[in-house]
């Protein structure tokens, strides 16, 4: 039986990207950003709440997907698909569209002149802080598609290795296994770390999916005390932000102890939630799902061309500013990928089933 509460929570989380990146282009702790305005902790807090769990969740959940997909497909029809779903993707946008917003990044932070074909001898030839910001080499979000890709063969091997080896569990499954998975977390959080993103801490967090929360009986016991989880979530969460963003006094210890609290917390409180309340199928869950890989590659572009247009227009009011490119970014996306799902070639760039010959039960 397909488990729709991880493709809603999936597309779910993919929607809530554009404000996210948006909101980057006034981060407090200046990182640099395709598009940069003055800092604001407000907006900048919207990032510090969500960053902790955000792209973990999407990483969790395809550690479970990744479990039922192994029980109808042979390991080598699984590697295709991820070649044809992840790393083709990752070469397309990689290739067509990071140009495209890095371009925008030279043009706004430090006034390149030329157009977008003389830029891409710049994008192919300057490798920076990989950013993109000075208009230089960036994998952008498709950071994420190359981490999964590499993740998900990683994850095959230690599977293969560990067939025989699958943890059994209880029917009462203790509620302190389930808190103290997350402890390895800071451990592994700065091993083989590029920008802040560290390959081994998503490869457990892929695997704890695989094996952990793949299982019914651990699902119903997170699912029971999910409330209680959300709230230590999100008590960790808002502490997170104030000590990073709003404290006029440094804490970084405490700082990190929350920050993965939060992480784990808020993650196993929304798969109990997801199973709880979104165990469903409709029409609208069906067109999400179709949409959302889709999504996920188009919509960063949208959000820095709109920045960029609006910028000078809407500069002195930082409300509209924010939430203008938001919307117009949300109507741009959607109507892409409308347009791209019905071209098969392109679908076959970006890993996605056509209009045509998608069903529900499809995964």
């Keep these: 039986m397909r488990k729709h509460y991880i493709d809603n929570l999936r597309w779910i989380a993919i929607l809530l990207l554009i404000p996210y990146h948006a909101a ?6 200046n990182e640099p950003n395709y598009i940069f305005f003055n800092g604001n902790k407000v907006i900048s807090s919207i990032i510090v709440f969500l960053s902790p769990y955000f792209m973990p969740l999407l990483f969790l959940l395809a550690g479970i997907s990744t479990k039922f997909a192994l029980q109808k497909r042979t390991i080598k029809k699984y590697i295709s698909e991820r070649v044809r779903k992840l790393l083709i993707p990752f070469v397309f946008g990689t290739l067509l569209l990071m140009p495209v917003m890095t371009y925008i990044a ?9 157009n977008l074909f003389t830029h891409y001898s710049v994008f192919f030839t300057r ?32 599977i293969v290795l560990l067939k025989k080896r699958t943890p059994k569990f209880k029917k009462d499954t203790s509620l302190w296994f389930i808190c103290v998975l997350g402890l390895p977390l800071p451990l592994l959080s700065e091993l083989l ?30 699912e029971k005390f999910k409330w209680l989880f959300l709230f230590i979530g999100l008590c960790a969460a808002t502490l997170n932000v104030y000590l ?11 700082n990190t102890v ?11 409180a929304l798969l109990g939630i997801g199973k709880g309340y979104l165990s469903f199928n409709s029409k609208v869950t069906l067109y999400m799902l179709q949409r959302s890989f889709a999504f996920y590659i188009l919509h960063f572009v949208w959000v820095v061309l709109f920045q960029y247009l609006l910028a000078d227009i809407l500069f002195d009011n930082i409300e509209l500013l924010y939430i203008v490119p938001v919307i117009l970014a949300y109507c741009a996306t959607f109507l892409s990928c409308e347009i791209c799902i019905r071209i098969p070639f392109l679908c076959s760039l970006m890993g996605i089933k056509s209009n045509s010959n998608y069903t529900c039960k499809d995964r």
């Design 193 to 222: 770390s590029i920008g802040g993103k560290s390959l081994v801490e998503y490869t457990y967090i892929f695997l704890v999916g695989y094996y952990i929360f793949s299982n019914d009986r651990i699902i119903n016991k997170i």
């Design 127 to 158: 490798f920076t802080d990989l950013t993109g910001a000075d208009g230089g080499f960036s994998l952008g979000q498709f950071w994420f598609i190359l981490y999964l890709f590499v993740i998900s063969i990683l994850a095959v091997g230690i």
């Design 244 to 254: 990073f963003i709003w404290s006029d006094t440094s804490y970084p210890l405490v």
């Design 258 to 268: 929350v920050k993965f609290i939060a992480e784990w917390f808020m993650l196993i």
């Design 24 to 29: 980057m282009a006034w981060n407090v702790w």
């Design 106 to 114: 030279d043009r706004f932070n430090f006034g390149y002149k030329g």
